[in-house]
């Protein structure tokens, strides 16, 4: 009997006489962290099995991606059947990671990690880590943390060779570290994303499935000690934040540079560290009723909302032929609404004129949609520009979406 009960404790304390062992790791800190993984493709896949083994108690995976069959050469947690029905990358990892370990919490957005995913989820992340392909994806990434002042962990993966760096606010920010060239080309995609082909695929990158396994070793690895706060401050180990960990296996050479870059003049990582809260503001609060219930928490007579990650478009024409179209969408999604419009797939690009919106004030003609229906995702927090000044306000009403205690 004394036996039985033993043996059920042991099963319910995950890492209990394992992870005990290692002077480090402090199980309280770990089950409480909260941790997310952007992308949860061949990296991503790696990182969350080692968030699920070293028993991570929320974790949070954000990915718009389906399965593909080319995934599966690199994807631990994803099987054929998943691609053969097409499943959400994030969805199926989540239940793998369950799977896994089922004493953490785990939750999973189909969907953008700017145009889906609030900054006040970001703003209760330990640690975010980013398992991207693009260039743009990572600088979106980055203006988001720093704006949330959340460390992220970067990994980089193409054929034996792969990097990773760690990025905090008032350290080190992935803009700043970024050549001209490097900036040009990214600035030149997001300046054509609306009409053009924002997704459009920039030539697939040949990886592998044991550089993937390297790198998310080192990316948790990383996000472990990152967790662990205290014992980065008294010195027990060093990170890698302002360092370029590189690792080229052809001929096995490891190498850590400094590489720290933090520009006074960069406008990307600017941190919202005074935010308000208004309780019953939400996402899908309808605008006209936002203005209303802003101008009486801020004291205020003029508020223009300042959409800061995304525009909202209303009106697509086309030169050639004066054709009208009416989308009503966040310009993230123009995209995918061009694709799926014959009419307008089969125009030429250069001939599409968009009518899109920056701020939001009393003279917006759409005052009626939510917040949501523009563009702003659940629980995020919003760029307000008054009389007063700017303020950075959080959608608060959002806040019980999440099912687990993000606040704990
Ligand atoms: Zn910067």
Redesign the pocket.
């Known amino acids: 009997m004394e036996e039985e009960k033993k043996e059920e404790k042991v099963k319910k304390e995950w890492g209990k006489e394992v992870f005990d062992l290692l002077s480090w790791y402090q199980t309280d800190v770990v089950k409480k962290a909260k941790v997310m993984v952007v992308g949860a493709g061949a990296l991503g896949n790696e990182v969350l099995k080692n968030l699920a083994l070293f028993g991570v108690g929320n974790i949070v995976i954000v990915d718009f991606d389906t399965i593909e069959y080319s995934n599966l050469t690199r994807s631990v947690l994803f099987r054929e059947a998943d691609a053969d029905k097409g499943l959400y990358k994030s969805e199926v990892a989540a239940r793998k990671v369950k799977e896994i370990n089922p004493n953490i919490n785990v939750q999973y957005v189909c969907g953008r990690l700017d145009a889906d995913v609030g900054l006040g989820v970001y703003r209760k992340m330990d640690v975010v880590i980013g398992c991207l392909d693009s260039r743009l994806a990572r600088m979106q990434l980055n203006r988001l943390c720093?704006r949330a002042n959340v460390p992220w962990v970067e990994g980089g993966i193409e054929n034996l060779t792969g990097s990773v760096r760690v990025y905090r606010q008032g350290e080190n920010?992935?803009?700043?570290g970024l050549t001209e060239n490097a900036k040009m080309n990214i600035f030149m995609q997001l300046s054509c994303a609306g009409i053009a082909h924002r997704n459009e695929d920039l030539g697939r990158t040949p990886t592998t499935p044991v550089i993937a396994s390297i790198i998310g070793a080192v990316q948790v690895q990383e996000a472990m000690k990152l967790i662990h706060k205290e014992e980065v401050r008294e010195g027990v180990f060093s990170t890698l934040t302002g360092k370029w960990f590189h690792y080229e296996g052809m001929h096995n050479k490891v190498s850590v540079y400094d590489s720290a870059?933090?520009?006074d003049d960069?406008p990307?990582?600017e941190c919202w560290d005074e935010v308000l809260r208004i309780p019953k503001l939400g996402a899908d609060t309808r605008i006209s009723d936002a203005f209303l219930m802003l101008k009486e928490a801020l004291t205020v007579k003029d508020v223009e909302i300042n959409l800061r990650n995304d525009k909202f478009v209303d009106i697509i024409v086309s030169r050639h032929n004066n054709q009208r179209f009416t989308p009503m969408l966040p310009e993230s999604k123009i995209p995918d609404y061009v694709d799926s419009n014959y009419d307008l797939y089969t125009s030429s690009r250069s001939e599409l004129n968009q009518n899109a919106y920056e701020n939001i004030d009393e003279n917006f003609p759409y005052k009626r949609l939510t917040l949501r229906e523009i563009g702003i995702p659940h629980y995020d927090v919003i760029e307000v520009s008054t009389e007063k000044g700017i303020y950075h306000v959080e959608l608060a009403a959002d806040e019980n979406r999440f099912p687990f205690n993000l606040n704990e």
Do not use: G, K
């Not at 920010?173 to 700043?176: D, H, K, L, R, V």
């Open positions: 720093m920010c992935y803009e700043c870059a933090f520009d960069c990307s990582h």
